[in-house]
């Protein structure tokens, strides 16, 4: 398995604070992304990165921000939390389309 | 939203093989098939993914029909282990997920 650790694995936090989610990746992959899963559903792409310092939006990416710096680590950034941003978020990495993607073990992130 | 239409529960007996349906009515000629699963609140494991042709690995089978239209995950001896949610997506790049199947393996 693919070493991938996501911190913290849980927090809760209230209305317009600031939270960083890291996930850092110990398989030297090209591409990472962000995840959130709400129950009932599946995932929805965040934002992801194909390189460092490369980064692109997916499908839910308004109110998240994502640094990339080195390849191993991939931030994920709320800057003002609301209480539509509590989900479990996943990080996941791979060497690209059409390959395999490998996941974290989730952060769950309650916003009150 | 998800391209993909899966059942969104099946039951499996123990030991018996596990089929788990997927269709693919608007998928493209270069998009990939691939199926994922999600143990309780894990992180989703890929089983295995194909263009056209079948497909067998350690974990599962992946059968494709010929119009590419639908598609089949086979767990040849299922066991409680299997229980899960099965998702089966069609891209070329961003994975679009839906609900998927639970599938429940009975002993």
């Given at each position: 398995?693919?070493?991938?650790?996501?911190?913290?694995?849980?927090?809760?936090?209230?209305?317009?604070?600031?939270?960083?989610?890291?996930?850092?990746?110990?398989?030297?992959?090209?591409?990472?992304?962000?995840?959130?899963?709400?129950?009932?559903?599946?995932?929805?792409?965040?934002?992801?990165?194909?390189?460092?310092?490369?980064?692109?939006?997916?499908?839910?990416?308004?109110?998240?921000?994502?640094?990339?710096?080195?390849?191993?680590?991939?931030?994920?950034?709320?800057?003002?939390?609301?209480?539509?941003?509590?989900?479990?978020?996943?990080?996941?990495?791979?060497?690209?389309?059409?390959?395999?993607?490998?996941?974290?073990?989730?952060?769950?992130?309650?916003?009150? | 939203?998800?391209?993909?239409?899966?059942?969104?529960?099946?039951?499996?007996?123990?030991?018996?093989?596990?089929?788990?349906?997927?269709?693919?009515?608007?998928?493209?000629?270069?998009?990939?098939?691939?199926?994922?699963?999600?143990?309780?609140?894990?992180?989703p494991q890929y089983?295995?993914?194909?263009?056209?042709?079948?497909?067998?690995?350690?974990?599962?089978s992946l059968i494709?029909?010929?119009?590419?239209?639908?598609?089949?995950?086979?767990?040849?001896?299922?066991?409680?282990?299997?229980?899960?949610?099965?998702?089966?997506?069609?891209?070329?790049?961003?994975?679009?997920?839906?609900?998927?199947?639970?599938?429940?393996?009975?002993?």
């Open positions: 398995d693919a070493g991938i650790t996501q911190s913290p694995r849980h927090k809760v936090t209230e209305t317009g604070t600031p939270v960083t989610l890291r996930c850092h990746q110990t398989e030297n992959h090209r591409y990472m992304y962000w995840y959130r899963q709400d129950p009932g559903h599946g995932l929805r792409l965040i934002h992801y990165s194909y390189g460092v310092k490369d980064t692109d939006k997916g499908e839910v990416s308004d109110g998240y921000s994502v640094s990339r710096s080195k390849t191993e680590d991939f931030l994920l950034t709320l800057e003002s939390a609301t209480s539509s941003q509590t989900s479990v978020y996943f990080c996941a990495t791979g060497q690209g389309p059409p390959g395999e993607q490998f996941f974290g073990p989730g952060t769950r992130l309650t916003v009150l | 939203d998800a391209k993909t239409t899966q059942p969104p529960s099946m039951d499996c007996a123990e030991g018996r093989a596990a089929n788990l349906p997927c269709n693919h009515s608007t998928i493209s000629g270069n998009e990939y098939v691939y199926w994922y699963r999600q143990i309780h609140s894990q992180g089983i295995i993914h194909g263009l056209k042709n079948n497909e067998t690995n350690e974990m599962a494709i029909t010929e119009d590419r239209k639908s598609s089949t995950l086979i767990l040849p001896h299922a066991t409680l282990r299997d229980t899960a949610v099965y998702y089966c997506i069609d891209s070329n790049y961003q994975l679009i997920w839906g609900a998927g199947t639970k599938l429940i393996i009975k002993p």
